[in-house]
C-alpha cells in the first residue's frame, strides 16, 4: 500500500526592491550571523549589518566549503553562550548548511525560546535557504554526509540578486549546474508530485533560458534574478521531492576526492539521465522537461537523448569537461577507490530516492563511464 504525501511551503520568502528593510523586523534585538571570510572582508556583510544596526550582532565567520564537524561544533559554543534572538545565514550553500547545523544544536541545548532563522544566499545554486537539508563533512573519515529534517528549514529567505551580481563566470556555471540538477533530480524522483512538479518545471525553464545570459554577463541583472529565484524553486522541489543518484555519487566523490560539487553533478548528469530512462516513467518526465525547455522531440526516447544533448552542450559552453579526469582526478587513484565510492553513494540517504534503484556493481559502472 502506497504511503501518502504531504507538501508544506515553511518558509517566508522575500523578493524584489528593499527586500533587506524585512531585517528590520529585529530591531533592538540579538542577532548571531554565521558567513565565511569573504563575505566578513566585504560587501555583502556590511549591506546586511547595515539593517541591523541597533542590534547586538555577533558574526561567526569561520564557515568553509563542505562545513566540517569542528566547525559546526565550534559555532554552537559560541551562540550556545551568545544566545541570540536571531540567526542570519549570509552565503552560498555552504555558510547556510553551517548555520543549519549550528541552529540545530543551539536549539537543543536551550528548548525554552524560539529561535528564528534567516537565510540570505549570495549564489544561485544550493537552494538552502528553503530546503530540509544540509551537507557536512568529516575530514577525518573522508566523507560528506547530508543531514534531513524539516526542523533544519529557515523561516525567512530573503532572496537579493545583487549578492551574486560579482560572482565569476565559472562559480555562475558551477552553481548554475547545481539548479539544474537539482531540479530534474526532483522531476524524475520517488516523491514527486504535481505540486513538486510545479516548481521543478519552472525552475528548470528559468535555468535552461538564464544561466547562459548570466554567464556570459555578470551584469545581466534580469538573468541574476531569474537564477536566483530558479534555485530557490529547486530547493522548493527536491526538499518536498528528494534527489537522486547524482546527488549521491557527488557527496561520495567530493567526500574523497574535493572537487567542486555543482561541476561533479554536471560531470554525472547526462550519465545518470541514461541510466535513470531506463525507468519508464522517469523517461518520460526527462522527455516532458525537453518539451518545456523548447526541444522539438517526437518521442520519448527522442526527449531523452534531447535533453542530454542539452545538458552536454551547456558544460561545453561553460568550459566543464566531460570526464573525472578532465576536472584534475587522478584516474589511477580513482580506480583503486571506485568501489568504496560506490558503496558510499548507495548508502546516501540522496539515493534512496532515485527513481531506479541501483546496485553497487551498476554505481561502479557508471562511476567508470564518466572516470575519462
Do not use: W
Not at 524560539?114 to 538552502?128: L, N, R
Not at 555519487?249 to 576526492?257: C, N, Q, S, V
Amino acid at each position: 500500500m502506497a504511503r501518502y504525501q504531504s507538501f508544506s511551503l515553511r518558509t517566508e520568502i522575500v523578493f524584489g526592491p528593499g527586500l533587506l528593510e524585512r531585517l528590520h523586523a529585529y530591531r533592538g534585538q540579538k542577532v548571531g550571523i554565521v558567513t565565511d571570510a569573504f563575505m566578513a572582508g566585504s560587501g555583502p556583510l556590511d549591506r546586511v549589518m547595515g539593517y541591523l544596526a541597533d542590534c547586538d550582532v555577533l558574526v561567526f565567520d569561520e564557515a568553509v566549503p563542505e562545513p566540517p564537524v569542528a566547525t559546526i561544533s565550534k559555532g554552537a559554543r559560541i551562540f550556545a553562550e551568545f544566545r541570540p534572538d536571531v540567526l542570519v545565514a549570509l552565503g552560498g550553500g555552504s555558510p547556510i548548511d553551517a548555520a543549519k547545523a549550528i541552529l540545530a544544536i543551539v536549539r537543543e541545548t536551550d528548548t525554552s525560546r524560539t529561535i528564528p532563522f534567516v537565510a540570505i544566499p549570495t549564489t544561485s545554486g544550493t537552494g538552502s535557504e528553503v530546503t530540509a537539508f544540509a551537507v557536512i563533512s568529516d575530514p577525518d573519515k573522508g566523507r560528506k554526509f547530508p543531514l534531513i529534517s524539516p526542523d533544519l528549514i529557515p523561516d525567512v529567505a530573503l532572496l537579493d540578486a545583487e549578492f551574486v551580481r560579482t560572482a565569476p563566470a565559472k562559480v555562475t556555471a558551477d552553481t548554475g549546474m547545481d539548479v539544474i540538477t537539482h531540479g530534474l533530480e526532483a522531476m524524475v524522483a520517488t516523491g514527486a508530485s504535481h505540486f513538486t512538479d510545479a516548481f521543478a518545471e519552472k525552475s528548470l525553464e528559468l535555468a535552461f533560458a538564464n544561466l547562459p545570459r548570466a554567464y556570459e554577463n555578470g551584469d545581466d541583472m534580469e538573468a541574476r534574478e531569474a537564477m536566483h529565484q530558479a534555485s530557490c524553486l529547486a530547493g522548493l522541489a527536491f526538499t518536498a521531492a528528494g534527489l537522486g543518484i547524482s546527488h549521491g555519487l557527488a557527496h561520495a566523490l567530493g567526500g574523497r576526492l574535493h572537487v567542486i560539487h555543482g561541476r561533479l553533478n554536471a560531470v554525472l548528469l547526462p550519465a545518470v539521465i541514461a541510466f535513470n530512462a531506463a525507468n519508464p516513467d522517469a523517461a518520460d518526465r526527462y522527455a516532458r522537461i525537453a518539451r518545456r525547455i523548447g526541444l522539438d522531440v517526437p518521442s520519448t526516447r527522442a526527449g531523452v537523448r534531447g535533453l542530454i544533448r542539452a545538458i552536454e552542450a551547456l558544460n561545453t559552453r561553460f568550459a566543464i569537461p566531460s570526464t573525472l579526469s578532465g576536472l584534475g582526478v587522478d584516474i589511477k587513484e580513482f580506480g583503486c577507490i571506485r568501489s568504496e565510492i560506490a558503496a558510499a553513494a548507495l548508502a546516501d540517504a540522496c539515493t534512496a530516492s532515485n527513481p531506479r534503484k541501483p546496485s553497487q556493481p551498476e554505481l561502479e559502472s557508471l562511476l567508470a563511464s564518466v572516470g575519462g
